[in-house]
């Protein structure tokens, strides 16, 4: 299986699609591994038929190894994933990412600009609300395993190579990591992503809320805003096939854009 040493981490990564394709960086939200059950796992062939698609479980997920103590911020999360792209030695690629990996994604292209060359972030959010720390108790390790019994089991086993009960503990890292508002990115970062980006949500999202959405939109200049009617936080499993038509609209768009310019 491939891992990537990626300063504290052996990142275990997989790549799909042309190998001189155009590389697509895609990132899952909290919980998500490379599985057909997880966040982007209906859309995985979809992307790959025209991307070299890069897939990765992201710091103490699935089969990536957990250091202790460093769920710090989501700058964290944006090295580690810099990281993977220099030693897959990929310079640029375009960073799409859902949930805590949109929220990355947005760091990414705030701390590595000339990494990032189109950026799609979906169920972002930058601060916390009332409702959304109610929501967040859900995601506790003890709520999930009393009341989502199916999701408990199939995290045991996405996580089965670390050990027992891993995933509790990264559950419990993840908490502190979100319930501390200096780790988000910041209304400065956005305002310096100058490449081209696309802020989604969906319209009943708790997390990535409209208002919060909003928000990034209008700090992001030139950004594109889609806000879908009716869907809650998990934009690329309930919409699965809008979710794919949209994102890769959106960056066939931007090629044609950037085509026609060095023509110009």
Same mark, same amino acid.
């Given at each position: 299986?491939?891992?990537?040493? %990626?300063?504290?981490?052996? #990142?275990?990564?997989?790549?799909?699609?042309?190998?001189?394709?155009?590389?697509? =960086?895609?990132?899952?939200?909290?919980?998500?591994?490379?599985?057909?059950?997880? &966040?982007?796992?209906?859309?995985?062939?979809?992307?790959?038929?025209?991307?070299?698609?890069?897939?990765?479980?992201?710091?103490?997920?699935?089969?990536?190894?957990?250091?202790?103590?460093?769920?710090?911020?989501?700058?964290? *999360?944006?090295?580690?994933?810099?990281?993977?792209?220099?030693?897959?030695?990929?310079?640029?690629?375009? !960073?799409?990412?859902?949930?805590?990996?949109?929220?990355?994604?947005?760091?990414?292209?705030? *701390?590595?600009?000339?990494?990032?060359?189109? =950026? %799609?972030?979906?169920?972002?959010?930058?601060?916390?609300?009332? !409702?959304?720390?109610?929501?967040?108790?859900?995601?506790?390790?003890?709520?999930?395993?009393?009341?989502?019994?199916?999701?408990?089991?199939?995290?045991?086993?996405?996580?089965?190579?670390?050990?027992?009960?891993?995933?509790?503990?990264?559950?419990?890292?993840?908490?502190?990591?979100?319930?501390?508002?200096?780790?988000?990115?910041?209304?400065?970062?956005?305002?310096?992503?100058?490449?081209?980006?696309? #802020?989604?949500?969906?319209?009943?999202?708790?997390?990535?809320?409209?208002?919060?959405? =909003? &928000?990034?939109?209008?700090?992001?200049?030139?950004?594109?805003?889609?806000?879908?009617?009716? %869907?809650?936080?998990?934009?690329?499993?309930?919409?699965?096939? %809008?979710?794919?038509?949209?994102?890769?609209?959106?960056?066939?768009?931007?090629?044609?854009?950037?085509?026609?310019?060095?023509?110009?």
């Amino acid at each position: 299986m491939p891992y990537a040493p %990626v300063r504290d981490l052996e #990142i275990y990564y997989e790549l799909r699609g042309p190998k001189e394709a155009e590389p697509l =960086l895609l990132h899952n939200g909290a919980f998500g591994v490379i599985d057909t059950d997880s &966040d982007w796992g209906k859309l995985f062939n979809k992307f790959a038929q025209n991307y070299r698609l890069i897939l990765f479980e992201h710091r103490g997920h699935g089969r990536t190894n957990n250091p202790p103590q460093k769920y710090t911020d989501y700058a964290e *999360l944006a090295h580690d994933a810099a990281g993977l792209l220099k030693y897959l030695g990929i310079t640029k690629a375009h !960073a799409v990412g859902f949930s805590d990996g949109g929220i990355t994604c947005i760091k990414l292209a705030a *701390l590595y600009p000339d990494m990032v060359d189109i =950026l %799609v972030s979906i169920g972002a959010n930058y601060y916390n609300t009332p !409702a959304l720390l109610t929501s967040l108790e859900k995601l506790q390790g003890d709520y999930i395993e009393k009341h989502f019994v199916e999701w408990a089991a199939a995290l045991e086993r996405q996580f089965a190579t670390q050990g027992a009960g891993a995933w509790k503990k990264v559950s419990a890292q993840l908490e502190k990591l979100w319930l501390d508002d200096t780790a988000f990115p910041t209304l400065a970062d956005m305002r310096s992503i100058k490449c081209p980006s696309l #802020i989604m949500t969906g319209q009943r999202d708790m997390f990535g809320t409209v208002e919060q959405t =909003l &928000d990034i939109h209008h700090a992001i200049a030139g950004s594109e805003l889609c806000i879908l009617p009716g %869907v809650a936080h998990a934009v690329p499993v309930q919409r699965p096939e %809008v979710t794919s038509w949209i994102v890769l609209d959106f960056l066939e768009r931007q090629r044609k854009k950037r085509d026609k310019n060095l023509r110009s």
